[in-house]
């Protein structure tokens, strides 16, 4: 699931996501949005074959984690920098794929 998530913002599929969101007023925070939302619903559904009790909460904090070190990381490169507002995207992102996770959770109880 992480290899798929992956590849589908890699090569010539991440061309043209990109250039579509681009186009879309706010756009390149709708896809942190949703690249780190669906990092967190793919870890965390993953973690959860291995540590069922802890899947909502481990897969959400290592992609807010990986975010957020992607921004920090920026401000040391050439031509990129690093955005508050791209950090508070991955964190709405994150925020609601728990929420799904949760809802999950509650689903699978019942």
């Not at 290899?3 to 681009?22: K, N, P, Q, V």
């Not at 967190?40 to 990986?66: D, K, N």
């Not at 990129?80 to 799904?100: H, I, K, M, Y």
Request: no cysteine.
């Amino acid at each position: 699931m992480l290899l798929s998530w992956a590849t589908a913002f890699g090569g010539d599929r991440a061309t043209f996501i990109r250039d579509g969101l681009e186009l879309a007023p706010a756009g390149d925070k709708v896809g942190h949005l949703l690249l780190y939302g669906a990092l967190a619903l793919s870890l965390g559904w993953a973690i959860h074959r291995w540590r069922p009790r802890v899947w909502i909460i481990t897969g959400p904090t290592i992609a807010w984690t990986v975010g957020f070190i992607d921004e920090v990381r920026q401000k040391g490169i050439q031509g990129r920098d690093a955005d508050f507002e791209d950090l508070l995207a991955n964190s709405l992102g994150v925020t609601l794929a728990f929420g799904l996770l949760f809802a999950l959770q509650s689903v699978k109880r019942e």
